[in-house]
């Protein structure tokens, strides 16, 4: 059974800065509803309730989100705003979560081998923390669902424009089913020339624990960071990855255009706010497209 997910939460999100030196990006708000939230909700629906994350200096309102807020809980209370009362208490009780300190940021695979000692020897889910992806509960069943058929590691990966692929990890595939593939080789960053497929790695995970002596072999890749990546290529080579390919849309928050992205996409969902954005998205629209065609 996967009981385990480990949400690695510790970076510095540079691509954010300066809002991220006192702020995680985990914590920005998509509409009313932090990214961190999105992804724990995620997991709950796919019934894994053991969250682990691995958290850094500046990740204190992770911790405080998911906490009891007593005096909130009694303004409200006093407001007689029931509703979001409501709201604020189902936040809180969500999850028993677990907290473990990456004292240094050295790089995702290092983010994740610090969370051994709570996941002990068993399978378990890796959840990146700044994605969102829009049907996550179906992705975290199919992997887990693909674990318990082959017994191995499952990765989800997802398609992306030609054009894009040296912006991810790239996986080299056989497909043997609909949706379910054996991974052949990983990629990181390639020219369009050189990738080997545009299905790129997307940021779920499921791993045998067999994972952890590999990230311990990793030696130090592209900036000085333990890179997850370069692990499970270790892994590959004494054990078959399996890859989910992921149906539905995927919302990077972690860098300034796609959080905006993501957020009008979600604006644009919003039955309470969708005829507003949606008419103050037509009117900026036509006074740019009026300002393209002056002369
Ligand atoms: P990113 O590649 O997005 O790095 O990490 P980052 O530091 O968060 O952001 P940028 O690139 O500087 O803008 C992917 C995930 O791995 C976590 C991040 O918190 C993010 O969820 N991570 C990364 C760690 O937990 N520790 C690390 O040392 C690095």
Do not use: C
Request: charged share 30%.
């Amino acid at each position: 059974m996967i009981r385990k997910a480990v949400l690695p939460v510790a970076g510095w999100g540079t691509r954010f800065l300066p809002a991220t030196k006192a702020m995680p990006k985990e914590m920005f708000p998509i509409i009313d509803k932090p990214v961190i939230q999105f992804i724990v909700e995620e997991l709950l629906e796919a019934g894994v309730e053991n969250v682990i994350f691995v958290t850094g200096r500046h990740k204190r309102p992770i911790e405080h989100h998911f906490d009891i807020n007593t005096d909130l809980e009694k303004h409200l209370e006093e407001a007689g705003k029931e509703d979001v009362l409501e709201n604020i208490k189902e936040i809180s009780h969500m999850i028993n979560p677990i907290y473990l300190r990456q004292k240094e940021q050295l790089g995702l695979g290092h983010a994740v081998l610090t969370a051994e000692p709570a996941v002990g020897n068993e399978p378990f889910l890796v959840s990146l923390g700044d994605i969102i992806l829009e049907r996550g509960r179906e992705v975290i069943e199919k992997m887990i669902e693909a674990h318990y058929r082959f017994g191995k590691s499952v990765i989800a990966l997802h398609e992306v424009e030609e054009k894009e692929v040296s912006k991810y990890g790239i996986a080299k595939v056989k497909r043997i089913e609909e949706d379910i593939y054996i991974v052949e080789d990983l990629v990181e960053k390639p020219s369009p020339e050189e990738a080997p497929s545009n299905l790129a790695i997307v940021g779920r995970y499921v791993f045998t624990p067999r994972i952890f002596d590999k990230l311990r072999e990793t030696k130090p890749g592209k900036g000085g960071e333990i890179q997850l990546t370069d692990a499970m290529k270790l892994l590959l080579e004494e054990e078959v990855i399996y890859a989910y390919k992921v149906e539905g849309k995927v919302y990077d928050t972690g860098n300034p255009v796609d959080y905006i992205k993501t957020i009008v996409e979600f604006a644009l969902k919003r039955e309470d706010i969708r005829e507003e954005i949606l008419s103050y998205l037509q009117e900026i629209l036509s006074k740019q497209t009026q300002l393209i065609d002056r002369p």
